[in-house]
């Protein structure tokens, strides 16, 4: 069983809109109508190798951001996080690090 974290709501907004491109010197850039805005003044941008999609996503707020959620959030929300990890699978076998180490 996975149990969701819950982050704080953020107002709904349309989840699709067309704008136009433009040109700002030797970049080309978009306009973000009102709801799609960004916080902060940098973004992660990446291609979907699939749609050839470029997807801008919000650069994250940081440790500080996480561990305040963390800290607000009751402890019974993370109970049976990692329930469905099959550990065995997931953890590299013990070897050992100093076979065939001569001196």
Do not use: Y
Not at 18 to 31: H, K
Not at 59 to 68: S, V
């Amino acid at each position: 069983m996975r149990t969701n974290i819950k982050l704080p709501a953020k107002k709904a907004h349309p989840t699709s809109k067309t704008t136009s491109v433009f040109m700002s010197g030797n970049s080309q850039a978009v306009r973000l109508p009102e709801g799609f805005r960004f916080e902060g003044k940098r973004v992660f941008i990446r291609r979907d190798q699939e749609s050839g999609d470029v997807i801008l996503s919000s650069k994250p707020r940081g440790w500080d951001h996480f561990l305040n959620v963390a800290a607000n959030t009751d402890p019974a929300e993370f109970e049976g996080f990692l329930e469905d990890l099959d550990r065995d699978k997931e953890l590299a076998p013990e070897k050992d690090h100093f076979a065939g180490w001569e001196e």
